[in-house]
């Protein structure tokens, strides 16, 4: 009797609301879910953007200097396995939250029986069941984002690894400058007559 008495003490009840104030809870709670929602799902795709969009400018360089040792490349690689780590793991934890802000929206979604037929349509739900599902797809937006990441990854990696060094014939920047570091070694018209000059008369021919 005292344990039970002691419990009956320490307890709480639950706040004593109306119909009326408990629906007004649910409409806000949804209202915030759902921005909360759309907002990180919308981080998540500019951040990938910027992803791509780093990744667009660093294949141009590449492009234009493809040639480099092999100490660039190495540093090139761990350089984009690096980034690309890190873009996973700022997704994964943006995935985690909408998940989770997925199953509060859920809760209320269910308490407002949205999911349940002739509650507001005849016959019908508001919101189909497959909504209570939280497991992620195959589609989903987080899997597409996963997919641009690798395949942007992919395309760096073999743009490090797999473009050759273009020859002198198609690099005229190379070609000139190589050529203005050679030696002219044939003698010019203007220094020929010179010394033909100089020589007596039975000399030249």
């Known amino acids: 009797m005292d344990t039970e008495t ?45 992803i791509l969009g780093l ?9 234009q200097e493809p040639c480099v040792d092999i100490f660039q490349r190495i540093a090139s690689t761990c350089l984009v396995l690096l980034l690309g780590g890190a873009a996973t793991y700022f997704l ?19 308490a407002l029986s949205t999911h349940d037929q002739s509650v507001f349509l005849k016959n019908k739900a508001i919101l189909p069941v497959e909504y209570r599902n939280t497991r992620p797809r195959a589609s989903s937006h987080f899997a597409t984002l996963y997919a641009l990441l690798s395949v942007t990854s992919i395309y760096l990696l073999a743009a490090i690894w797999f473009q050759s060094c273009p020859s002198p014939e198609n690099n005229p920047a190379k070609t000139k400058r190589s050529c203005l570091c ?12 010179a010394v033909n000059q100089h020589k007596p008369k039975g000399e030249t021919k």
């Open 6 to 50: 002691k419990q009956d003490k320490n307890y709480t009840p639950c706040l004593q609301l109306s119909d009326d104030q408990r629906f007004q809870v649910l409409m806000a709670q949804m209202n915030e879910r759902y921005q909360a929602w759309h907002h990180m799902r919308s981080r998540s795709m500019q951040f990938t953007l910027w």
């Open 55 to 63: 990744a667009v400018a660093a294949s141009w360089k590449l492009l």
């Open 92 to 110: 994964k934890s943006l995935e985690k939250g909408v998940r989770t802000n997925r199953e509060a929206l859920i809760n209320v979604e269910t």
């Open 182 to 193: 050679k030696k002219d070694t044939t003698p010019s018209i203007s220094s020929t007559n």
